[in-house]
């Protein structure tokens, strides 16, 4: 299976007053990585958003297993586990080194800019068929 790599610098702005990562900045993160997938894959959201199409995260399962830090270097892989023709589900991990700090499954549908679920667009499913496995 392949996957999408992106490295990030944990900022003083991320921390909490124990000078460890808030929690909800590991959402940022890992939605970060899947944009950066998505625009590296060749795909532009804003051309989606402007043909009315639009990404929506439906749900995430997260799991806080150690703490971030001011300073560290971040990676946050990025794994297609399943796309159909209506959802994905990534697998998204943010580590320091070789420790898992931060795991999640996120599920997103596609849907029109008035909020209406509709198919992934055939030529999205393809691009992001590479990161599948």
Do not use: W
Not at 33 to 39: F, H, I, K, L, N
Not at 91 to 111: H, N
Request: glycine share 6%; charged share 25%; proline share 2%.
């Amino acid at each position: 299976m392949m996957f999408h790599e992106l490295k990030v610098r944990v900022f003083y702005e991320d921390t909490d007053m124990a000078g460890i990562v808030y929690y909800a900045n590991y959402l940022k993160y890992i939605e970060r990585a899947r944009s950066t997938m998505v625009r590296e894959a060749g795909i532009s959201q804003g051309q989606m958003k402007d043909e009315g199409l639009v990404f929506a995260v439906y749900h995430v399962d997260a799991t806080y297993k150690r703490p971030a830090k001011l300073d560290d270097e971040l990676t946050i892989t990025t794994k297609v586990q399943h796309l159909s023709a209506v959802k994905m589900l990534f697998l998204q991990d943010v580590m320091r080194a070789d420790e898992v700090l931060f795991t999640s499954k996120v599920t997103v549908i596609c849907m029109t800019t008035a909020g209406k679920p509709v198919r992934l667009p055939a030529e999205f499913r393809a691009k992001m068929g590479l990161f599948a496995g």
